[in-house]
Each structure stands twice: as C-alpha cells, then as structure tokens.
C-alpha cells in the first residue's frame, strides 16, 4: 500500500514537472506589441511593433515602446499581426536613443534621474572639462526643479479629485544650446504650420515625441520649463489622452497657472498671475467664445497672446469659482479619446452644460472677479501696470458669441500636436520648404491628400521622431 502511494506521489510530481515544461515550450514568446506593415508618406513600407492607442477620422495612433505616436492613414496599412502591448523601454535605453539621434555619446550631454530623461545639444561638441560640468550642472538644477514642479502639480490634482495614474514612459527634456538648432528641429519635426513662427516659440511639449523641448536662453528662469513640464505631466499622468480633442484653452490655461521665481514654484491655479491677466485685458482681437469655440487664435503671432491670457483667466476662474463644475469638466475630458471629432459647436456646448452658464456670462463673471482680485493686490502694495479701474465693466457684445458655425471643410480635424510657450516679443523666423516624392502611387491610401493638407509642410508623422530629424541631412 505505501509502496503505491509513493508510486502515486511520484508519477504526479512527474506530471506536474511535465506540464510545466510544456507551459514554458509550447506557450507563445510575448509579442512586442501589434506589428503594423504600412506605407508612409514616401511610398516606402515600414514595419513597427506598437499598441493602436486610437483611430478615428481615417487614422491611426500607433503608441511604441518609448512613448512615441505615429500618425498612419488606415489606407496605408498593409498588415496587421495582434500581439500584447509593448513593454516600455527603460530610461537608461531611451537616453542611449536620444544620444545616438543627436549625434553620439561624444556630442550629446545626458543625465538620467528615473523617470526623468535631460539631454543638452550643444552648437559644437564640448570638449573643455569645466564647460561640460557646467552643463551637466544645468541638467541636474532643470531635474530637481522638474521633482519640485511635479509636487506642487500633485497637490492641484489632490485638490480637485483629478484622476491620474503612474508614469509607463520616462520624461523627457532636450535643451538645444543654440537658437537656430532649436528653430531647425521645432520646423522639421512638429505640426507647427499653422501661422506661428518658430521665432516666436520660447519651448514646447510635443503630444507624438512625448518630448520637451526647450532653448537654453529660456531656462535661466525656469519660467518656459515649468510651463511645458504641466503640459508633459497631464498626459503622462494620463489625466488626459495624446491626440484627443482638449481644447487648448484648457491646455494653456492650466499650464499658465503655475508660476516660479527660477527656484521653487511660488504661485497655483488659484493665484492671480500678472503677465497673462494683463494679455487678456488688454485684448482687442480675441473673445473668449473663441478660445473656447476652436484653437485657431493659439496657432498665429498676432493673436496667441491674447489666446494665452484668456486661457489663463477662464482657467482662473474655473478653479476659483466653479470647483465643481471644473472637476466635472476634467472628467469630461480626460474621456475623449484620441483622434476623436468633436466639432465647435459641441465645445462651447459641454462646458456651458457642465458649467451651468454661458461663456458670455463666464466673461462678465471673470471681469467682476477679477477686478476684486486686484483691488486686493492694489491694497497689498503690489505693482501692477493695469488699475483695476480700467477693467471692463460689461461683457463683450452679444453679437460676437455667434453659435452654430459652420465647419470649413471636410478635412480631419486633428488635435494639434505641440503646446508651446511664446516669446515676448515674438521673433519672424522664415519657413522651410520640405520636398516631398511626387512618384508615390496614389492609389495606396484613399486619405492620404487629406493627410497632406493637415501637415501643410510635408512632414510625415507616421514616422518616428529620429527619422523626421535626420531628414534634415
């Protein structure tokens, strides 16, 4: 009887021993991801393992191992594999990337502080010791002042039940030493076709690269740095999605209510911020149902300035006067979904159902806020170049809140990619042509032409942001 119980133990420890076996050897190797065969816009196939992050709109948003998103024309797949989600890369293998992209280990500065990737470009290869310490120097100083910006950013989240999520990506900075470069990259690698010189950009975060980039003449105050780092935050954070239709007032006018002094962020969203209240006082060209209404106004030199100060103040008077309704409207938010068309009239309709008030009312309600706020900074001794007596007294006329406009055309309406800070004043900077094949079989993709028209210079963002950055050779 032991002896066949033994005999019994055995053979099911054999068994067990057996089936583990077969579960290492015939249980399929995890994919990298979906593998997508398309054309891009050359006519040339490519090849990408990458999670389908969204499609709509006759598009798909391809989201690799690194953060990145590819833009493809669903006319232009040619393949699709299934297979699990891409793991994403660790820092220490984006950062080697991102210094072989810009030239190589002997050129490019990096520091790596998980999950924060910093990497400076220099004009020229740096070679003296003490000039390459004081550039890894500034990297260090850019990531601690990143850390203090994500604590104060966490406590806005804490306050209004904002609801994000852990880091899957590294965050990553580029600072470009010289102007030019930074200029060459931000018109050969972005969606920034739309009237805004990138003369006129002091930095920006980039929705596809994931990246944010900067110039080094705007990081003596760190001003430019924290405004792009919220912008990186809310996506990574995933309190938003890449590529959904947000609104850019909201955008900007989150990123424009964190202000610092070069070493600590000394102001939140619900403190008055004198630069942009000024931009929208001032403002003769903009209205707010139009930052509400589209995004055109952000995207042309003469008027983002005012754009950005509406911004700031409808976000300023949403956090201090509309709690609620401001975290009602996140969430409404942080549902869209990539790529998804949500048309101007339904934007200026779901913040006034979430608000429970028109954008005409918001206005007048901001202008009689606002006026209070600077008597009280008036009576603290503070400077301020506008008297509050010159404010306003009565919303802007009626006749300029036209509803129902109607649409253009019937090209997709992409979210636009970069959010950027302007400089002050802004700099002309002329345009770069880029030449595209006019060989490529048309009958690949049935979009393809009104992909064309939205990226207007020819770059082609079904591909990864090295390859758009070497074409530049």
């Given at each position: 009887?032991?002896?066949?119980?033994?005999?019994?133990?055995?053979?099911f420890?054999?068994?067990?021993?057996?089936?583990?076996?077969?579960?290492i050897?015939f249980?399929?190797?995890p994919?990298?991801?979906d593998?997508?065969?398309?054309?891009?816009a050359?006519?040339?196939?490519?090849?990408?393992?990458?999670?389908l992050?969204g499609?709509d709109?006759?598009f798909?948003?391809?989201?690799?191992?690194d953060g990145?998103?590819?833009?493809?024309?669903?006319?232009?797949?040619?393949?699709?594999?299934?297979?699990?989600?891409?793991?994403?890369?660790?820092?220490e293998?984006?950062?080697?990337?991102?210094?072989?992209?810009?030239?190589?280990?002997?050129k490019?500065?990096?520091?790596?502080?998980d999950?924060?990737?910093?990497?400076y470009?220099p004009?020229?290869?740096?070679?003296?010791?003490?000039?390459?310490?004081?550039?890894?120097a500034?990297?260090?100083?850019a990531?601690?002042?990143l850390?203090?910006?994500?604590?104060?950013?966490?406590e806005?989240v804490?306050?209004?039940?904002?609801d994000?999520?852990?880091f899957?990506?590294?965050?990553?900075?580029?600072?470009?030493?010289?102007?030019?470069?930074?200029?060459?990259?931000?018109?050969k690698?972005?969606?920034?076709?739309?009237?805004?010189?990138a003369?006129?950009?002091?930095?920006?975060?980039?929705?596809l690269?994931?990246?944010?980039?900067?110039?080094?003449?705007?990081?003596?105050?760190?001003?430019?740095?924290?405004?792009?780092?919220?912008?990186?935050q809310?996506f990574?954070?995933?309190?938003?999605q890449r590529?959904?239709?947000?609104p850019?007032?909201?955008?900007?006018?989150?990123?424009n209510?964190?202000?610092?002094?070069?070493k600590?962020?000394?102001?939140?969203?619900?403190?008055?911020?004198?630069?942009?209240?000024?931009?929208?006082?001032?403002?003769?060209?903009?209205?707010?149902?139009?930052?509400v209404?589209?995004?055109?106004?952000?995207?042309?030199?003469?008027?983002?300035?005012?754009?950005?100060?509406?911004?700031?103040g409808l976000?300023?008077?949403?956090v201090?006067?509309?709690?609620?309704?401001?975290?009602s409207y996140?969430?409404?938010?942080?549902?869209?979904?990539?790529?998804?068309?949500?048309?101007?009239?339904?934007?200026?309709?779901?913040?006034?159902?979430?608000?429970?008030t028109?954008?005409?009312?918001?206005?007048?309600?901001?202008?009689?806020?606002?006026?209070?706020?600077?008597k009280?900074?008036?009576?603290?001794?503070a400077?301020?170049?506008r008297?509050?007596d010159?404010?306003?007294?009565?919303?802007i006329?009626?006749?300029?809140?036209a509803?129902?406009?109607?649409?253009v055309?019937?090209?997709?309406?992409?979210?636009?990619?970069?959010?950027m800070?302007?400089?002050?004043?802004?700099v002309?900077s002329?345009?770069?042509?880029?030449?595209?094949?006019?060989?490529t079989?048309?009958?690949?993709?049935?979009?393809?032409?009104?992909l064309?028209?939205?990226?207007?210079?020819?770059?082609d963002?079904?591909?990864?942001?090295?390859?758009?950055?070497?074409?530049?050779?």
């Amino acid at each position: 009887m032991l002896m066949g119980r033994l005999s019994v133990n055995l053979l099911f420890r054999w068994l067990s021993i057996l089936g583990f076996l077969a579960a290492i050897l015939f249980t399929a190797t995890p994919s990298p991801g979906d593998e997508f065969t398309y054309f891009d816009a050359e006519g040339d196939t490519q090849t990408v393992h990458a999670r389908l992050a969204g499609s709509d709109q006759g598009f798909f948003a391809l989201e690799l191992a690194d953060g990145q998103l590819l833009l493809v024309a669903e006319g232009n797949i040619q393949k699709r594999n299934l297979g699990a989600d891409p793991e994403p890369l660790k820092a220490e293998a984006v950062a080697k990337n991102l210094a072989e992209t810009f030239g190589g280990d002997d050129k490019v500065i990096a520091h790596v502080d998980d999950p924060h990737i910093l990497v400076y470009i220099p004009q020229q290869q740096i070679t003296d010791k003490k000039e390459k310490g004081r550039k890894v120097a500034l990297l260090k100083d850019a990531a601690k002042y990143l850390y203090s910006m994500e604590r104060k950013f966490s406590e806005h989240v804490k306050a209004y039940r904002l609801d994000d999520r852990p880091f899957r990506f590294p965050l990553i900075t580029i600072i470009f030493e010289e102007d030019g470069d930074f200029e060459e990259y931000t018109r050969k690698v972005t969606s920034n076709t739309a009237g805004l010189s990138a003369g006129a950009i002091a930095g920006f975060y980039d929705a596809l690269s994931n990246y944010l980039v900067l110039r080094e003449s705007e990081c003596a105050t760190f001003e430019v740095p924290l405004h792009e780092s919220i912008h990186q935050q809310v996506f990574n954070r995933q309190i938003l999605q890449r590529m959904a239709p947000v609104p850019l007032w909201f955008h900007e006018g989150l990123a424009n209510a964190f202000e610092g002094d070069g070493k600590t962020i000394k102001k939140g969203p619900r403190a008055v911020n004198e630069r942009y209240c000024q931009q929208s006082l001032a403002a003769e060209r903009v209205t707010w149902d139009e930052v509400v209404r589209s995004d055109r106004t952000f995207q042309s030199d003469n008027t983002a300035g005012e754009a950005y100060g509406h911004a700031w103040g409808l976000h300023w008077l949403m956090v201090n006067n509309h709690r609620n309704e401001y975290s009602s409207y996140v969430k409404y938010l942080s549902q869209l979904k990539p790529l998804e068309l949500v048309d101007e009239t339904e934007r200026v309709e779901q913040l006034e159902a979430i608000a429970n008030t028109s954008v005409e009312k918001l206005h007048a309600e901001f202008l009689q806020k606002i006026r209070a706020a600077l008597k009280k900074i008036n009576r603290n001794g503070a400077a301020f170049d506008r008297r509050f007596d010159d404010v306003p007294r009565t919303a802007i006329s009626e006749t300029l809140f036209a509803r129902h406009t109607p649409r253009v055309d019937r090209r997709p309406e992409l979210p636009f990619t970069t959010l950027m800070s302007l400089r002050s004043p802004p700099v002309e900077s002329p345009p770069v042509k880029v030449r595209l094949r006019t060989d490529t079989p048309a009958e690949q993709s049935a979009v393809r032409s009104d992909l064309s028209r939205w990226l207007n210079s020819g770059i082609d963002f079904s591909l990864p942001v090295q390859q758009r950055w070497r074409a530049k050779n």
